[in-house]
């Protein structure tokens, strides 16, 4: 287990939200409807909500993208895609106002690293990864990044509609010009107790109410 601690190097995109409406007090559930991907094998992720409504949790047992020594051609490239079931409360709507996802690098000197993500409801076209780069090798420490959604962008799902939430990740390493016939280098997100987890923060909006 990487201690996640150590001193995060943190990656982020536009500025910072807030929440229109309070959350519901009702509890909410998520349920997985498919998940699919090399960096998410069955049974490797898992999802929970938290207490107060504000966020849901994604947490990976076997997420790591590699190049070097031990690996295989096809290890420098995982991605995971998840598509998940809200059930909130009725009369409430969110949206995904930001994402931190975090992880441990480790890069010879000339390999590279990025991290990608993007979240959709069904029927919305699918738009495309915001890349986040990794320091350069070398590197050896914890890393976070996160997307924040102005306020002006935020898409919420359909009032009275259930809409699948499909959310995708993908992590990279490139060799560049480092000795791979000697070092290994590789990114994770995985974590073998559920410390360490990518976060999803909601925005909330109650609905009008139907006449």
Not at 151 to 167: A, F, H, K, M, T
Request: net charge negative; hydrophobic share 40%; proline share 5%.
């Amino acid at each position: 287990m990487h201690n996640i601690g150590r001193g995060l190097i943190f990656l982020s995109l536009l500025g910072a939200t807030a929440y229109a409406d309070p959350p519901p007090t009702d509890k909410i559930v998520i349920d997985v409807i498919t998940v699919n991907g090399s960096g998410c094998p069955a049974g490797t992720a898992a999802v929970a909500v938290s207490a107060d409504n504000t966020a849901f949790t994604i947490s990976y047992s076997a997420y790591t993208a590699q190049v070097g020594v031990g690996t295989r051609p096809t290890d420098f490239r995982k991605n995971c895609n998840l598509n998940l079931v809200l059930h909130v409360p009725q009369g409430f709507s969110y949206a995904i106002s930001s994402a931190n996802y975090r992880g441990f690098a480790s890069l010879a000197a000339g390999a590279s690293a990025v991290q990608r993500a993007n979240y959709f409801f069904q029927g919305q076209s699918t738009t495309g990864l915001i890349q986040h780069a990794l320091p350069p090798g070398p590197f050896a420490d914890d890393w976070q990044s996160t997307d924040n959604t102005e306020i002006s962008d935020l898409v919420y799902s359909p009032c009275g509609e259930q809409r699948n939430l499909n959310i995708n990740t993908e992590l990279n390493v490139s060799a560049g010009t480092s000795d791979t016939a000697h070092t290994t280098s590789f990114v994770t997100m995985d974590s073998a107790d559920g410390a360490i987890a990518t976060t999803y923060h909601f925005d909330w909006l109650t609905c009008p109410a139907a006449h």
